[in-house]
């Protein structure tokens, strides 16, 4: 069978390092005596390893929520006796200038620090330690790294083990002493962000090697210092630079550029016209071009073939056939042309083989791919186009969308506009038969853990909505349940607040009650002891007092159902959270609500269940209930047959234990019996058992033959209306050999004791064919009570 889409194992690296991430003290450390993390004496690690463990890390501290971060973890990496360091890359404020303290002796050849807000100046000058090694550094979005943090900066060979430094760096303490004096061998930098009060030509002057340079949102206050690399630089960002003639003048003399990015975030910030002229200089002069962005940009109209005089035929990407004037001069198309946010994406014949722009699906993602590590304010913007593109019409690179969007997501965790679009995306791109298809399980669940991230982190209306939308697009709880607990306690949370917005708690409750269905007891105890039980019963409260009884009250008692069902603690739990005073006051205050009295009915059935807790339902008041109850036409007979099924369990336990004076036990009895007799037993039913057990106890007794008749009626009605699913089951949980008991036993009824031989002879018939004979369909609304 074909392998679905995005479902490539993970290698054997991938997996033993996060094992050994996950437990670190069983695998290479051990905790000293001050409860520091130590490497073990007898590893030593090669570089490939240590790179992949800090760097999984990093992922695993950003984008796994149960992952927990080691304060000393990257002292583990301070002796290059033991560990070899050569490739880092750390984002966001999770890093501290004591973890790149900790590195200080390894000879680093490349360190991507993204987005590091809480780095002060006391990392500029860690990273004089590595000037003798470094090739690559990045520090796109570190803003406060040119700063201090009050006193002077720390040399890098000074202990700072035991100094606090979580506090953000001062803007007002410039460090005014650092620059690249000695980073002999760094050929790649980025210095995306770098604030307006460092001065980019002083701190660039000493590298004389550099052929990639990114100075992404930066004032220059001058340009020619850019010449100084004319011979050597290959790729140049000045994304958000703003341009002037003299920028473009200076960018064209750098005739070794292959890669040149002058794009801006939006026309609507954009000054400079792009003309026809500037481009062809562009052109003409940077032969060696192979990749070329300017989205945002304003186009004049003469740069544009009229549409009548565009080259006939499919839209091609040879050069002399371009739409674009300019780039009919190109020697050959572009890998790469960035084009977003320009009217030039919308012409015919655009010659290069990767194109960003918003004209269809395959710009909007090489959009989404091009901006999303660096340029979210982009991303987000492709993101809600590639939404409408799901949404309206269809998604032809559904695997790379999603990989995209999942990507975009794990990326851009704390980007609230990313984490709205993104979510809202996912759920299009989850919700049809045919999408889901071709989406292997490691794929969905990659979609599932992103959007747990999204709902952990933003409490915020929409994410919430999007996020629980997106989880109904899966089969709950069998593709859920490998983050089981995780899911229930964010659902739960979302339901806590006093007055939630009404969609998303009508979600959140559908989702809560799909969870707690056909699952085992143990996740049904797990969850009751996170407040599954009290959480349910408090909306049933809220909705009481609104006098309201939509689909959040039917589904909460429906849930309270599912998790008590052979759970004696969630039953506990319910009796204890004032659950049957909530009960008399929904019947009493919403008579004519026929699923919520079968769903309150089905919940008592398990409550009933259980011996310990079935003097608590012993009272005048709720036998007088139970017994009205009986004569309900509500739902077919599913009402009436709840009742007598709490009833049944009462009666089993004896006339000793009923001490009331009213109702009289024979008299409720007799009703139970009119009730029996009233049914249909070929009706078809509202209900799903797993297990017969709780029925089969009420047969081989004579303490209560309307119990015994009860349990007979439910099992005949079961194995006749739907004998491939019930006649296995009976016959498993043996339940063939107690009816024959049924039929011994001189105090069963004939009644009983024929719908017993009935039950057999169905069962019989069964086994000798076991095709279904009835066609109808099982409606299961939820399991049994």
């Known amino acids: 069978m074909a392998a679905k889409a995005g479902d490539n194992p993970d290698s054997l690296m991938s997996l033993a390092t996060v094992f050994c991430l996950r437990n670190l003290r069983k695998t290479m450390c051990y905790q000293s005596f001050r409860n520091k993390l130590c490497l073990r004496s007898d590893i030593f690690l090669p570089s490939e390893i240590c790179d992949k463990l800090v760097n999984t890390y990093m992922e695993l501290v950003h984008t796994d929520s149960n992952f927990e971060p080691e304060e000393s973890f990257f002292q583990l990496f301070s002796d290059p006796r033991s560990t070899r360091l050569t490739r880092v890359q750390l984002r966001e404020d999770f890093v501290h200038d004591r973890d790149l303290e900790a590195i200080r002796k390894q000879d680093l050849i490349e360190l991507h620090l993204t987005y590091c807000n809480s780095l002060s100046s ?129 960018v064209v003399e750098i005739t070794s550029l292959r890669h040149l990015d002058i794009s801006r975030e939006s026309r609507r910030s954009s000054k400079f016209k792009m003309t026809r002229k500037v481009l062809t200089s562009i052109v003409q002069r940077l032969v060696n071009l192979v990749s070329l962005d300017i989205s945002g940009h304003i186009m004049l109209d003469n740069c544009t073939v009229p549409h009548l005089e565009e080259a006939m035929g499919r839209p091609s990407i040879e050069p002399c056939k371009s739409s674009i004037y300019p780039f009919q001069e190109l020697k050959r198309p572009l890998q790469f042309l960035g084009l977003y946010d320009t009217t030039l994406c919308n012409v015919t014949h655009i010659p290069a083989y990767k194109v960003t722009g918003s004209k269809n699906e395959d710009q909007v993602l090489n959009a989404i791919e091009a901006y999303t590590e660096f340029r979210p304010e982009l991303a987000h913007r492709a993101i809600n186009q590639l939404f409408d593109i799901a949404r309206i019409q269809h998604c032809s690179q559904l695997l790379r969308a999603l990989q995209l969007v999942i990507a975009a997501l794990k990326c851009h965790k704390f980007d609230k506009s990313i984490q709205v679009t993104g979510s809202a995306a996912l759920f299009y791109l989850t919700n049809t038969v045919r999408y889901r298809s071709d989406q292997s399980v490691r794929l969905r669940r990659e979609v599932i853990q992103v959007v747990l991230n999204g709902m952990e982190q933003y409490q915020e209306v929409t994410v919430q909505r999007n996020c629980c939308l997106t989880l109904c697009n899966f089969s709950i709880p069998e593709e859920l349940e490998f983050q089981y607990s995780r899911v229930n306690q964010l659902l739960l949370k979302i339901l806590e607040p006093a007055r939630q917005d009404e969609s998303i708690q009508r979600i959140a409750v559908h989702l809560c009650n799909a969870l707690v269905c056909q699952v085992d007891n143990h996740h049904k105890e797990a969850v009751g002891k996170m407040g599954f039980v009290k959480t349910m019963l408090n909306l049933i409260q809220k909705k009481l007092l609104d006098r309201m009884c939509d689909q959040v009250m039917e589904f909460s008692w429906s849930a309270l159902w599912n998790i008590t069902d052979e759970t004696p603690d969630n039953c506990q739990m319910f009796l204890n959270c004032r659950g049957m005073s909530l009960f008399l006051e929904c019947l009493q205050e919403f008579p004519e609500k026929q699923e919520l009295h079968r769903n309150m009915l089905g919940l008592l059935g398990n409550v009933a269940e259980v011996k310990a807790l079935r003097p608590q339902l012993l009272t005048p008041q709720f036998i007088t209930v139970f017994s009205n109850l009986l004569d309900s036409k509500a739902d077919g007979i599913e009402v009436s047959y709840n009742a007598c099924g709490v009833l049944s369990h009462i009666m089993f336990d004896g006339p000793e234990v009923w001490s009331m004076e009213e109702p009289k036990r024979d008299a409720v009895m007799d009703k139970m019996w009119d009730a029996i007799q009233s049914w249909d037993v070929s009706s078809r039913r509202n209900i799903n058992y797993r297990s017969f057990e709780p029925i089969l106890r009420l047969l081989p007794q004579g303490i209560s033959p309307v119990s015994q008749h009860w349990a007979t009626w439910a099992l005949f009605n079961l194995v006749s209306v739907y004998p491939s699913k019930y006649c296995p089951l009976l016959i498993k949980e043996g339940g063939i050999s107690l009816l024959e008991k049924v039929l011994e036993l001189d105090s069963s009824h004939p009644e009983t004791k024929d719908m017993a031989s009935k039950v057999i002879e169905q069962c019989e018939n069964f086994k000798e064919d076991p095709m279904e004979t009835n066609h109808g369909q099982e409606v299961n609304y939820g399991q049994r009570g």
């Open 122 to 250: 006391r990392s500029l000058k860690t990273l004089t330690c590595f000037r003798e090694t470094l090739v690559s550094l990045c520090l796109f979005g570190c803003s406060h790294i040119f700063y201090r943090k009050g006193g002077a900066p720390l040399a890098c060979n000074e202990d700072t083990e035991d100094e606090e430094d979580e506090s953000p760096a001062s803007r007002q303490a410039l460090e005014t002493d650092f620059n690249f004096q000695g980073f002999n061998r760094l050929r790649l930098l980025n210095l995306g962000g770098l604030p307006d009060e460092v001065d980019a030509e002083t701190l660039l002057k000493p590298l004389k090697s550099l052929t990639s340079l990114d100075l992404s949102n930066v004032q220059l206050l001058g340009t020619s210092f850019l010449t100084q690399w004319k011979d050597r630089l290959v790729s140049l960002v000045l994304y958000n630079v703003d341009l002037s003639e003299e920028l473009v003048g200076t």
